[in-house]
């Protein structure tokens, strides 16, 4: 059974840092391209960032690129969002998700992907 989890958020103040991880079973990462996503009350799921480990692929929406790092450490089957000099407009809940994609760049897009875990929350005081 593929399940995915999600965890890190909490509570930090602007400028701070959290690291938030997605640990994987019943798959392996090389086979799946894993995502993450925000989703605040009254907006859009939101794809920030992307990898797949097999194609060598990484994305970032333009929002957090050179703030967040997105990485994977295959043998614990994990992904990392490592996200630093974090603002109030990050905080929203976090979600990862992956999608069945060996060898391919991964997507931004909500609707590719199969598999989801749940959210764990991200806030950003002022």
């Known amino acids: 059974e593929v399940q995915l989890q999600a965890s890190g958020g909490g509570l930090v103040q602007a400028g701070g840092s959290l690291r938030l991880s997605c640990a994987a079973s019943?798959?392996?990462?090389?086979?799946?391209?894993i995502g993450w996503f925000r989703q605040v009350p009254g907006k859009e799921r939101e794809g920030i960032s992307c990898i797949n480990s097999s194609h060598g692929s990484r994305y970032y929406l333009d929002s957090v690129k050179d703030r967040f790092t997105i990485s994977s450490d295959n043998a614990k089957n994990t992904v990392y969002l490592q996200m630093n000099s974090l603002k109030p407009e990050d905080s929203a809940v976090y979600y990862c998700?992956?999608?069945?994609?060996?060898?391919?760049?991964?997507?931004?897009?909500?609707?590719?992907?199969?598999?989801w875990g749940q959210g764990t929350q991200v806030t950003v005081s002022s």
């Open positions: 019943g798959f392996t990462l090389d086979d799946y391209s």
């Open positions: 998700a992956a999608e069945i994609a060996y060898n391919r760049a991964c997507h931004r897009e909500r609707a590719w992907y199969n598999y």
